[in-house]
């Protein structure tokens, strides 16, 4: 029988300390306090994207997205949780 995280262990403080825009801070309390997602892995995913200025590896399945969010990528933080991000690079940050 595999066991469940509680949702106490899928809360996390936010990576790093920056300016964040108030609608990302409460998005993520709100997700974090729900206990339904496990935000150390979206830190995870968050601080590697940073970190490596590259793609994801294959087991974040990170992929872009076409049509009217062409532009932009998206990765799969488990399940259901989708984390969609702008592809900014030192090429198009100017």
Known sequence: MTSKKTAASKR???PRAADYAKAFLKD????SRSGRYD????KEAM???VA???PLGPEW?????GGEWAGHRECHIGGDFLW????MTA???G
Not at 39 to 42: A, F, P, Q, T, V
């Open 12 to 14: 996390a403080e936010l």
């Open 28 to 31: 993520w309390q709100r997700l």
């Open 39 to 42: 935000m150390n892995r979206l």
């Open 47 to 49: 601080l590697l994207l």
């Open 52 to 54: 490596n200025d590259s």
């Open 61 to 65: 399945v990170d992929h872009p997205l």
């Open 84 to 87: 969609p991000t702008s592809s």
């Open 91 to 93: 090429t198009n940050l």
